[in-house]
């Protein structure tokens, strides 16, 4: 498809489980942002990729998680020994640019909605 | 302090009624880029419009137009002529400076559009 794409849409996991969460932005976009949603709330960021690389992971909450983006597309958000407080709606964003000379909006994937039980 | 202020988290309208969603925000920066999301029940934040700091008219993008008060630090959108399928989460977001495009977003106003 041509917008971004994320999956699973829906993950149900334990306490203290391991989880994944995959993200294919728009092709051609080179920056990848990653926020969180919880509940009422507005995105909170957690993490943005230029390329390869983390340029900003100052969002990220503690080192349960970590994110990668190997090949410059698609992305892997890894969340280690999780906790009830991590469920929420984790959003995916890509954009052409990171500039701040071009309004550069942000185009969202519909989220994978993470509960952990 | 809260980088972006949404005070109404709940707002109604009557169909094609005009509504305003207050937004203001905090930098210290001189270049920003303001923004305006659309959130509907199913989970995409869809993009509405844009404002940057250095311009110099209200954006505007069909029944949408943000109005820009620099002095005030104030980014309200403006709805003209709601329609019901405006009911939605709306998220008001800056980006600053050399933010490398990151968001900073808002605590979003729920608008219900009455029939």
């Known amino acids: 498809g041509a917008g971004v794409s994320q999956t699973p849409s829906n993950k149900v996991t334990e306490k203290g489980k391991y989880v994944e969460l995959r993200c294919d932005p728009i092709?051609?976009?080179?920056?990848l942002y990653w926020y969180r949603q919880s509940l009422g709330q507005g995105p909170e960021f957690l993490i943005y990729?230029?390329?390869?690389?983390?340029?900003?992971d100052s969002g990220l909450p503690n080192d349960r998680f970590f994110a990668v983006r190997p090949e410059g597309s698609v992305s892997t958000l890894k969340i280690q020994r999780t906790e009830r407080g991590d469920s929420a709606v984790y959003l995916c964003?890509?954009?052409?640019?990171?500039?701040?000379?071009?309004?550069?909006?942000?185009?969202f994937g519909e989220g994978s909605r993470l509960t952990v039980l | 302090a809260q980088k972006i202020t949404q005070t109404q988290p709940g707002m109604f309208v009557q169909e094609k009624e005009a509504v305003t969603l207050d937004c203001t925000y905090d930098?210290?920066?001189?270049?920003?880029?303001l923004f305006w999301y659309k959130q509907p029940s199913s989970g995409e934040m869809i993009f509405l419009i844009y404002?940057?700091?250095?311009?110099?008219q209200n954006a505007t993008e069909g029944r949408y137009s943000l109005n820009f008060q620099k002095a005030r630090k104030s980014a309200n959108l403006v709805i003209s002529a709601s329609q019901l399928g405006d009911s939605a989460m709306y998220f008001c977001?800056?980006?600053?400076?050399?933010?490398?495009?990151?968001?900073?977003f808002g605590g979003g106003t729920r608008l219900m559009v009455k029939p």
């Open positions: 964003a890509s954009s052409l640019f990171a500039s701040q000379r071009v309004s550069g909006e942000l185009f």
């Open positions: 092709s051609g976009h080179t920056a």
């Open positions: 990729f230029q390329g390869t690389g983390a340029a900003d």
């Open positions: 930098t210290s920066d001189q270049s920003y880029g």
């Open positions: 404002q940057g700091s250095y311009d110099e």
């Open positions: 977001a800056m980006r600053e400076g050399n933010a490398g495009n990151m968001l900073t």
